[in-house]
């Protein structure tokens, strides 16, 4: 599994402003306001569950949670008590992120991003629950709707069937076409159907090339070397 450095800045092309931070939350650090953070730390969780178990990890979160959290968390779920019991997959995974969104919300944040291993397991599996599941916490924390994803096109051919509509997406889109799924053509053919303002292009170098190719494409915001 990819890991994402400690923090990458989201950033205009047309300047040098470092926009954005975004980070993977982590329970042990203290952040700025307004930053930025991407749902579920699949690599902290997996690292717990190797320790403690699957139930063992969730229970574990859910204890670091103050009184008034844990109450909201069982707000937040108390349609679903059927589903947990029979641990419905889609439903685990919410109450996974939503335990975390919990924890960033005391930290002012500007944007919550579902991080690409869920997007894009979600789209793999047709799981729309996953989804809906995130569009409705989203809104109860009244956080624009923001997803990063490897396979752009599956992506947006969801979200239509699903109505979704994204406020943010990070995606790869770079010259050389690395991670452009399934490749470079098919994405620059889904860019055009989606608003140039909600896309941020994940890319490999910043170079005048890349630079050029971006801005050819419509692409006004990117983060560059997302991973270690």
Known sequence: MKQLKSSVYIRSLYNSKKELELFFYREETRYAKNQGFLVPNIVEFMHDVTEN???????????????????????????????IAKKDFA????????????????????????????????????????????????????????????????????????????????????VSGYEMNPDKKTVESSLRQIPKESIVAVTTAETKEQLLYLKKVGIRKMVVNWFK
């Open 91 to 174: 439903t685990g995974i919410t109450i996974l992120i939503q335990i975390e969104v919990l924890k960033i919300l005391k930290e002012s944040p500007q944007l919550i991003i579902l991080s690409d291993y869920i997007t894009d397991l979600a789209l793999a599996l047709n799981n729309k629950a996953i989804y809906t599941n995130y569009v409705e916490l989203m809104r109860q924390a009244h956080t624009p709707l923001a997803f990063f994803t490897n396979n752009l096109s599956l992506f947006t051919k969801r979200c239509i069937e699903w109505s979704i509509e994204p406020d943010c997406i990070l995606t790869p889109v770079n």
């Open 53 to 83: 178990g699957q139930i063992g990890a969730l229970r574990k979160r859910v204890f670091q949670l103050g009184v008034m959290d844990i109450i909201r968390l069982v707000w937040w779920n108390k349609k679903q008590l059927l589903k």
